[in-house]
Nanobody
Framework: QVQLVESGGGSVQSGGSLRLSCAAS????????VAWFRQAPGKEREGVAG???????TYADSVKGRFTISLDNVKNTLHLQMNSLKPEDTAVYYC??????????????????WGQGTQVTVSS
């Protein structure tokens, strides 16, 4: 069992940056899959970025070149650096982990450990 706690959300103007963090209650092995998801009002939760058990990073097309996912194994913390934010990035962002996942963009049903979510609001 691992507990995940997100932080770093907030309100920014279009073009701004935010850095989300996700602190884990224990060591996250590099063999685990970790990911960030987001859910906007009235929409399904979608995978934004992930690191699979081989260390391969994957991004949704909508955030490529703007978002960067990273895992600090020493501090047991997952980060999501978000630059050039757009109003359409507004959502609740969740971190997640799993002992197994398929290659490619993270899929919700593959992850069994979730944080409580942090709100990101981007105004135009």
């Amino acid at each position: 069992q691992v507990q995940l706690v997100e932080s770093g959300g907030g309100s920014v103007q279009s073009g701004g940056s935010l850095r989300l963090s996700c602190a884990a209650s224990r060591y996250i092995s590099s063999s685990y899959c970790v990911a960030w998801f987001r859910q906007a009002p009235g929409k399904e939760r979608e995978g934004v970025a992930g690191i699979d058990s081989d260390g391969v990073t994957t991004y949704a097309d909508s955030v490529k070149g703007r978002f960067t996912i990273s895992l600090d194994n020493v501090k047991n913390t997952l980060h999501l650096q978000m630059n050039s934010l757009k109003p359409e990035d507004t959502a609740v962002y969740y971190c997640a982990s799993s002992r197994w996942c398929l290659p490619g963009l993270p899929r919700r049903n593959e992850y069994n450990y979730w944080g409580q979510g942090t709100q990101v609001t981007v105004s135009s």
